[in-house]
């Protein structure tokens, strides 16, 4: 999940410069609203809240509802009415799916065609995946509403940008990580000594440091922390680590207890912090993990005041440190819970506070959950029928925290004035196997790469072929003479590389002789998928099911177990990656099952309920049979 993520966030999110605490606080220069046309009377009327329930599918959603983990969406649902499925885009990824979801128009006419991908004329081994490359892209559905003088929000909708005016909305939050990464800290103690108000302890106070550094490994914070507690055994151990800047305890501090989840804020004059956990202990040392430091963007000003008043935002959830062994997977899951809660936190908040007429958010704990805990097939890594029913429980867990937030906006929102639509933007499939593609065109000679540095790095003057590749999917680019940088391959070579390429990948396959790509289409076919962007690359692959593409460098091995469950990507006609559409209020009829919808839709469907004309970029079109 999270490299999809991450690519997204990331073009959304300005990071802070060497450390927490030398950054300076982020500036919100307020964007002046597109001026209402001519045609609207500026007016505050019957209001849409979108939710996107990231990687939620029909069929988990369906038995859920049944079986009563999620009851606030099943009595939205019995209210209004709920399509089969929705039909995402090709390919079936957060990015392109949301960006087509919020500007009614396919990856073709947005240019967002992956999370990752390679612009022509941009440096050969460069990848792409930012919003600001897309200034001329189609209306998002925000600003067609300003245009028409109407109240808007985003809050985390991975959509929208702070820092891209045409992409902005009248309120907005984000969430933004420091260039500090997450860290397991292996404390090493010392008798304790100058330490005022500290508490009683069964076994000898100890102390140590914990220092938090920067990618770049300078200083952004450091901690004395007190090791105390334990069992009145006569044996050094402890069951509470205490965080202190200048071991007073008695003007605050930040305690650690075993298993659980704490706050600490590493900047106030930023508002920024991270979670810490506190894993191990043996006597003589402690194990915390501390997740990555953290802190809010929003805009205007006076929102990023109020958002600071509820804390720092909890972190994504670190499927690396659950990998590592680093978190437990309850752990893990607390984290995914943490940061969905906070979220709806804001969320509750600004809708009170501003009512703005559409609003659009996100809540992401059903994905991040299933990319670690769809254990659901014998081939993945760490299969048995313990994990699978115990990650199947987790899987359930997360879907009932997001009905509940649900259920707390749903407390909000008049229902009767205003509609609620629930979607997700695709589905997500079990994954069991790694294709790791520039293993595959390094073997052909294709790709070379520079192994002088630290970490190898693509030689463009000797590589005629690079992927860049997201979940189930990826772009093949040929490094053309006069389209890239520095273009080694002439126009007469170009449909010999092409072909070249198809037939090596037509040959891959897994150890029972299986193919592993279910789709490979050369630049000339994307327009069958609406992928004939000039972002798109000379080669479209997506894999078979059960099967991802990793577009990692300085590996031998084609083929290797996937250290992940589940992932995205894949031919978005599959039931698998199938959306979900659940709408209730307004005008809208009750009870009603529906057939299939499109995610282009649901831009002018929302234009309808609003009372305005949706841009001619839109290629969907209002959803049928659903009105009073």
């Known amino acids: 999940m999270k490299r999809e993520w991450i690519g997204i966030w990331t073009v959304l999110l300005l990071l802070l410069a060497n450390s927490c605490q030398s ?163 292996v404390i090493s103690f010392q008798e304790a000594n100058g330490w005022e108000a500290a508490p009683i302890s069964f076994s000898p106070l100890q102390e140590g440091v914990l220092r938090i550094a920067s990618q770049e490994d300078g200083t952004v914070a450091t901690f004395n922390v007190l090791a105390a507690g334990g069992l009145d055994d006569d044996a050094p151990n402890y069951d509470r680590l205490i965080l202190d800047s200048d071991k007073n305890l008695a003007n605050g501090h930040t305690e650690l207890q075993p298993g659980k989840w704490a706050a600490v804020t590493v900047s106030p004059r930023l508002h920024s912090g991270a979670y810490f956990c506190f894993t191990a202990s043996d006597g003589v040392t402690a194990t915390v993990y501390q997740s990555r430091v953290s802190y809010n963007r929003a805009r205007p000003i006076e929102l990023l005041r109020s958002v600071n008043e509820l804390g720092f935002p909890p972190p994504t959830p670190d499927i690396e440190a659950l990998r590592l062994g680093w978190l437990s997977p309850q752990q893990y899951y607390e984290m995914a819970e943490l940061r969905a809660k906070w979220m709806m936190d804001v969320v509750s908040q600004v809708y009170r506070a501003y009512q703005p007429a559409l609003l659009l958010t996100a809540q992401n704990i059903i994905a991040e959950c299933a990319r670690p805990f769809l254990v659901v097939d014998e081939r993945q890594q760490g299969y048995s029928l313990e994990t699978a029913e115990l990650y199947a429980a987790y899987r359930q867990k997360a879907h009932s925290v997001a009905d509940a937030n649900l259920g707390r906006l749903l407390s909000l929102v008049n229902v009767a004035d205003s509609a609620m639509l629930v979607i997700s933007g695709h589905g997500l499939s079990s994954v069991h196997t790694s294709v790791r593609l520039n293993a595959i065109l390094k073997d052909a000679k294709l790709l070379y790469l520079d192994t002088s540095h630290e970490q190898d790095t693509v030689d463009e003057d000797e590589s005629k072929a690079l992927a860049f590749a997201s979940g189930g999917s990826a772009h093949i680019y040929i490094n053309l003479l006069g389209r890239d940088q520095p273009g080694l391959v002439a126009p007469e070579e170009y449909e010999d590389i092409q ?113 305005f004309s949706s841009p001619a970029t839109v290629s969907g079109q209002a959803i049928e049979d659903i009105w009073r």
């Open 23 to 185: 950054a300076s606080t982020p500036t919100m220069v307020p964007t002046a609203s597109p001026p209402p046309s001519d045609t609207q009377a500026s007016r505050q009327q019957a209001g849409v809240v979108l939710v996107a329930l990231d990687g939620a599918r029909p069929d988990w959603l369906a038995g859920y509802m049944q079986d009563g983990t999620m009851p606030n969406l099943a009595a939205l649902a019995k209210r209004g009415v709920t399509a089969a499925y929705m039909q995402t885009v090709d390919p079936a990824l957060a990015a392109p799916a949301y960006f087509s979801l919020s500007t009614g128009a396919f990856p073709n006419s947005t240019g967002l065609v992956s999370a990752k991908y390679h612009v022509p004329g941009a440096a050969f081994p460069e990848p792409v995946g930012e919003l600001d490359k897309l200034i001329a892209s189609p209306e998002t559905v925000w600003r067609t509403a300003m245009r028409n003088g109407l109240k808007t929000a985003t809050l985390f909708w991975p959509s929208a940008a702070l820092d891209v005016p045409n992409l902005q909305a009248n309120y907005m939050v984000a969430v933004a990580e420091s260039d500090v990464p997450a860290v397991q800290h």
């Open 499 to 611: 072909q070249q390429i198809v037939e090596m990948l037509e040959e891959t396959q897994d150890e029972d002789g299986q193919p592993v790509f279910a789709r490979i289409l050369t630049r000339d076919e994307l327009s069958r998928i609406h992928l004939d962007s000039p972002n798109s690359g000379d080669l479209f692959v997506q894999a078979a099911p059960g099967y991802w593409l990793s577009d990692a460098l300085g590996f031998e091995e084609f083929l290797v177990p996937s250290p992940y469950g589940a992932e995205g990507g894949l031919d978005a006609t599959l039931p698998e990656m199938h959306g979900i559409f659940i709408a209730a209020g307004n005008d809208l009829v009750s009870g009603k099952p529906i057939p299939p919808v499109h995610i282009t839709d649901i831009a002018p469907t929302i234009a309808r309920v609003l009372g």
